[in-house]
């Protein structure tokens, strides 16, 4: 200390710098990691509006949670060591000389890597609990929801719009997404020309979009109420103008919606192709010509451009 006379005992004196760390390391973990969790866990994004928004929330948190007596362990060895082991104005000694310490050593490999296997453990284990947690599953899904009442929703990507087509409700297809509270939804997710990413934001779900390829994701919403659909994969000139929103909506109005937009759009769901899980992209053209002749883009299922200043 400054100021006091050299002991003679020398480094005896010195505090028990590791028990003071250790202490302070625990008492800290011990204060933040429930704040981390119960406090910032349920504003974790993406949120919990539906079960794999959820899964993602939950999984954020235990992450997070994790993460914050390893976060803690450097900012107060740091914040420790810049007080207590700070050089002294015109020192110019050594410092005291490091050792190997195989204690130390083993035991920081034996408890990092326990870490990272119990992580890869839960990280399975919540994709599988949660049929691919939102993620696309490929055409041929391992993890599927245990009901045989799925809302099936295709989601049909293209330069530079998202279309929707219910093939449920004769497969009509229309630019507005809308989805029922509380029922097991697969988006079948394709591309009619480049990869796009279909990312519904607040439902936890990203799905690659390719073309000629049918990418399944499940989901069930669980709150009503708006969220943002994304594209997620740069397609292009206007990619950044590639978004709009979807709804959740109780059951009975998800229903008057489909029944109706069913009906509304009969004559236009007769000129598109037969509902299929991928579909040609060079028939694309052709039957934009045929949509014109009948005079069915305005129909609401239109090919929406924004490069194209004559549509509405
Ligand atoms: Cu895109």
Known sequence: MAGEPASPAGPAAEPRHGLRLLILWIAASAICCPLVYLVLGPHVPPGDMSSS?????????VLATIAT?????????????????????????????????????????????AIVL???????????????????????PIWKPNTSSILQVQVIAQQWAFTYRYPQFGGFETTQLELPVGQAVAFN??????????????????????????????????????????CSELC??????MYNYGKV???????????????????????????SLTYDPTVVPVLGK????LGLTG??????????PEQP
Do not use: M
């Open 118 to 140: 119990v992580l890869a453990v839960f990280g399975t284990v919540e994709l599988w609990t949660q049929q691919g947690a939102g993620a696309g599953e490929g055409p041929q």
């Open 236 to 241: 292009g000139l206007w990619h950044g103008a």
């Open 290 to 293: 045929v949509l014109v002749q």
């Open 249 to 275: 909506v109780s059951v009975s109005a998800f229903q008057a919606w489909a029944h109706q937009s069913e009906i509304q759009l009969a004559s236009l769901t007769k000129a598109l192709p037969p509902y």
């Open 53 to 61: 928004a959820a899964n993602q929330q939950f999984d954020f948190t």
């Open 299 to 308: 129909a609401g299922g239109g090919y929406y451009n924004p490069a194209d």
């Open 189 to 230: 997710v394709t591309s009619l020309d480049v990869i796009h990413s279909f990312w519904a934001y607040q439902l936890g779900v990203k799905a690659d979009a390719n073309p000629g390829v049918n990418n399944i994701a499940y989901t069930t919403p669980r709150q009503q109420g708006t969220f943002v659909v994304r």
């Open 69 to 113: 007596p390893v976060i803690l362990g450097v900012l107060i060895y740091f914040g420790y060591a810049l007080t207590f082991w700070r050089a002294k104005p015109d020192d110019e000694t050594d410092g005291p000389p490091i050792h190997g310490h195989a204690g130390a050593q083993l035991g920081w490999i034996a408890l990092t890597s």
